[in-house]
């Protein structure tokens, strides 16, 4: 697989040279104007010296060129998606069976979507499209993005918890213990020879994606002041410069441990080890990615830097990748370690000298792709929960997003501030970092009014003891309080049954832990991510359309374009994949439970 891949990168970016030529011929004989602009492109680069002029925006027919070069069905790999998506449907349509192993979660928003959770193997079934391939777990079949997944490394070897084939009650015997390799027999030693070769070459080729992003992209950015400022290009790029530097010193760790006569007796193990903190950077990069995705988005409205980055792309010789497509690659390598040193641990055996550093490598990699997988989980919420604000009645005061970032728990309770006060029956939110007070309507129950809230970070919650209260002289039961430090402000709190009030003092406790790792984490939301969010929701909000779930990260990663599905799928299907699925709306459900206007 890997001398494949380094085959068809090499003869696509021969073939995306040869095309630039023909492309900028092309170019003069429709239009001169364009050829000029294009040449002068790629002259900037070179030298990095142009006036500003040159790269003005022009109306007509320049912009009317570049659509139809953009949509020309004159590309530079495979229409269907380059070499390696090819040989996959070859396989397939011969009677292989494909695996793939997961890098993330998928959470199906359409019933039409296989879903999945990160480690999990699918059965790839149709990878005739580009960005969508069609797959099955167990009895589910469904759509998933491509970018989600790896392919298998041991295609001949069964996943020991995925279910093999079986026909008249006996397990077929292709998948038993006698698959062969090649014309000879398949041992633990060659599986495990598979899976270093896998490591070493995918580090070779993801040092020169990083090389070229930096290289070919940086550089030359850099050089254009009056196109990018610094912020702009840290906001695109993130720390990736310094992943650059990171990985060129891991992959040579790599290849000193790299037994070349025979590979599976290489002890790779104590590298992913020595190097688990300096992996911790890509913490950053993951968290940054979103708003590199918006920027870029934003920039490439503009021709002028459309043009911009194809150019630098053909120059540096790089496959056909968008730059987006080429900033999502470190957040999926960081995803791929883990999957990588588990299939590693698989087939190497307890007595190998590396098995010990390999099983703890493992445990060490699952822990950096956790936290950067919370930290994508924690970013996905932030739409949620500005669409919640939007939805509540009367808000005051700053948004909720200006200090919390995860809903910790909700639910009823009755709430009493001022001693001899009336009881009062209200929804609580309790957030990261403060607990908000919501009424509901007394017709639509559906509908909230903003209250107030409390802030937790000066709170102590004290468990109550069912029977009279001292500080208010009053009975309660499935009490607690909350008691502020500073003010000496109590508030007493009543739960309707035992379990509940004790779902709500864990759930204090977590709120507190939650806030404790976000500190030692250092996780925080930029206030771009929380613009955009509270402007996304207000926007849906105002427009009047049924509120729906959205995905905000997950179309970043999959670069924001609509997938051009096979035409076999039905119309109908399509739509339901290309909208996401909206809410039943509860209104006659609401009128049913109006008592007052019943006969």
């Known amino acids: 697989m890997s001398l494949f891949h380094s085959f068809l990168s090499t003869r696509q970016c021969h073939s995306e040279i040869m095309f630039a030529s023909s492309l900028l011929c092309t170019f003069f004989q429709r239009s001169c104007g364009l050829y000029q602009f294009v040449f002068l492109v790629v002259a900037v680069i070179a030298d990095g010296s142009l006036d500003k002029t040159a790269l003005t925006d022009d109306v007509g027919s320049e912009e009317d060129l570049y659509e139809d070069f953009r949509s020309s069905s004159h590309r530079y790999g495979h229409p269907g998606g380059g070499g390696e ?28 979507e296989l879903g999945f959770k990160a480690g999990d193997v699918i059965e790839v079934m149709d990878a005739t499209n580009k960005e969508w391939w069609w797959g099955r777990i167990l009895d589910s079949e469904g759509w998933f993005p491509a970018s989600f997944v790896r392919l298998r490394v041991n295609q001949d070897e069964p996943m020991e918890d995925y279910p093999l084939k079986v026909e008249g009650g006996k397990e077929d015997e292709s998948s038993s213990g006698t698959r062969r390799f090649g014309m000879g027999q398949t041992t633990k030693d060659q599986m495990r020879t598979n899976v270093i070769n896998e490591i070493i070459s995918t580090e070779r080729d993801y040092i020169k994606h990083l090389k070229d992003i930096c290289e070919g992209y940086i550089k030359q950015c850099r050089k254009r002041a009056d196109m990018f400022t610094e912020e702009q290009l840290k906001t695109i790029f993130g720390n990736i410069e310094d992943i650059y530097r990171c990985q060129k010193k891991f992959v040579k760790a790599l290849e000193k441990k790299f037994n070349k006569d025979h590979p599976h007796l290489s002890e790779v193990g104590s590298c992913f080890l020595e190097y688990q903190t300096e992996f911790q950077i890509y913490s950053e990069y993951c968290n940054n990615h979103p708003n590199a995705c918006m920027e870029l988005s934003r920039l490439t409205k503009v021709n002028k830097y459309v043009y911009f980055f194809e150019a630098c792309r053909l120059l540096q010789k790089m496959i056909d990748i968008s730059l987006d497509g080429f900033l999502l690659t470190p957040v999926q390598k960081i995803c791929k370690y883990p999957l990588q040193l588990a299939e590693l641990l698989k087939y190497t055996n307890p007595q190998h000298r590396d098995f010990k550093d390999v099983e703890a490598a493992l445990n060490a990699m699952k822990n950096v792709a956790r936290l950067i997988n919370e930290r994508k989980r924690r970013l996905e919420n932030i739409d949620k929960i500005a669409q919640w604000q939007s939805s509540i009645e009367d808000w005051e005061g700053e948004d909720v997003l200006v200090r919390s970032s995860e809903l910790i728990y909700s639910g009823e ?7 001899q006060a009336k009881s009062q029956q209200r929804m609580f939110f309790l957030f990261d970092h403060q607990l908000v007070c919501c009424k509901k309507d007394l017709l639509r129950r559906d509908i909230l009014y903003y209250k107030s809230r409390i802030n937790m970070d000066d709170m102590e919650i ?24 500073d003010t000496e402000e109590v508030h007493i709190f009543c739960a309707k049954k035992p379990e509940q009030k004790q779902r709500w003092l864990k759930a204090f406790e977590n709120e507190r ?17 929380k613009k955009q969010a509270m402007l996304n929701a207000s926007k849906q909000h105002h427009t009047g359309k049924p509120k729906a779930v959205t995905r905000p990260y997950y179309d970043f990663l999959m670069r924001q374009k609509h997938p051009t599905l096979p035409t076999t799928l039905p119309q109908q299907q399509v739509f339901m994949l290309a909208e996401p699925k909206r809410k039943p709306s509860n209104f006659w459900q609401n009128i049913s439970r109006l008592t007052p206007f019943r006969k």
Request: net charge negative; charged share 30%.
């Open 85 to 112: 998506q090819l040989a996959i449907n070859e396989l397939i349509s011969d009677g292989s069976v494909v695996y793939a192993e997961a890098l993330w979660d998928h959470v199906t928003m359409d019933d039409q």
């Open 462 to 485: 004290l468990d109550v003891e069912d029977g009279k209260d001292k500080d208010f002289n009053i009975s309660v039961k499935n009490a607690f309080k909350l008691h502020c430090r």
């Open 413 to 419: 309770l009755a709430k009493i501030s001022h001693p």
């Open 513 to 529: 832990r939650q806030v404790q790792l976000d500190q030692e984490t250092g996780f925080s939301i930029t206030e771009v991510q």
